[in-house]
């Protein structure tokens, strides 16, 4: 009976390491190559948009996004170059890659 136990014991360590070193490889790999890693564009999205869309793209002072169906290449050129009066350029502010997540980001919502 100890010698199952010991056994299963056993065969949980290895598992249990295996699985963690798996999970962990692929970041050690990331950082070799100093990949950049995805902005968070809910994160992104909060910093800069929020404020005038709301936290759900409900719309504030700004116009709603959320439940509009708009396309993610619109969403980027917009927020790049800005659409006066009221909506700012945030293509100085914001990367590449976070203005490419923020667009899937804002066409992805749906209205509440």
């Known amino acids: 009976m100890r010698l199952r136990h010991r056994t299963g014991a056993v065969l949980f360590a290895i598992a249990a390491v295996t699985l963690n070193a798996s999970f962990a490889y692929p970041a050690a790999k990331l950082k070799d190559k100093k990949v950049a890693s995805k902005p968070n564009a809910a994160k992104v999205y909060g910093a800069n948009c929020a404020g005038c869309h709301g936290a759900h793209g409900e719309g504030k002072s700004g116009p709603q996004l959320a ?7 619109t969403v980027e050129a917009i927020v790049s170059k800005g659409k006066p009066p009221k909506m700012p350029a945030f ?22």
Do not use: D, T
């Open 67 to 73: 439940g509009k169906h708009l396309k993610a290449s």
């Open 91 to 112: 293509g100085g502010k914001l990367k590449g890659s976070e203005l490419k997540a923020l667009a899937g980001y804002v066409s992805s919502m749906k209205a509440k």
